[in-house]
């Protein structure tokens, strides 16, 4: 059974950086893409960074410039790296990912990490 574990989450002030990690494990070969997502209370999950099969990124309006994704395919992980934070970016982020494990290659997604952004 294939997981997916966001990690690095945390409380953070205006101006600071984290670094959410998303980590694959049982029996993964490698991830193939990815994306990290965003969820605040009462709305809509938003797509905040995409890694496509072919490496290429793609960010929202109000992130560009201040996150990056990439992947980390000895760890079979996806971090996003938040530098720069606003108030605005409180969420709860959510990776999902196309993994190539002993399954096949299916879609998973990650329970979720809590970043808030507040002085």
């Known amino acids: 059974q294939v997981e997916l574990a966001e990690s690095g989450g945390g409380l953070v002030q205006p101006g600071g950086s984290l670094k959410l990690s998303c980590t694959a494990s049982?029996?993964?070969?490698?991830?193939?893409?990815a994306d990290w997502y965003r969820q605040t209370p009462g709305a809509e999950r938003k797509l905040v960074a995409r890694?496509?099969?072919?490496?290429?990124?793609s960010y929202a309006d109000s992130v560009k410039g201040r996150f990056t994704i990439s992947k980390n395919e000895a760890e079979n992980a996806v971090t996003l790296q938040m530098n720069d934070l606003k108030p605005e970016d409180t969420a709860v982020y959510y990776c999902?990912?196309?993994?190539?494990?002993?399954?096949?290659?299916?879609?998973?997604w990650g329970q979720g990490t809590q970043v808030t952004v507040s002085s």
């Open positions: 999902t990912a196309l993994v190539f494990s002993d399954y096949g290659t299916n879609d998973y």
């Open positions: 049982g029996n993964v070969i490698r991830i193939d893409a």
């Open positions: 890694l496509t099969t072919g490496g290429s990124t």
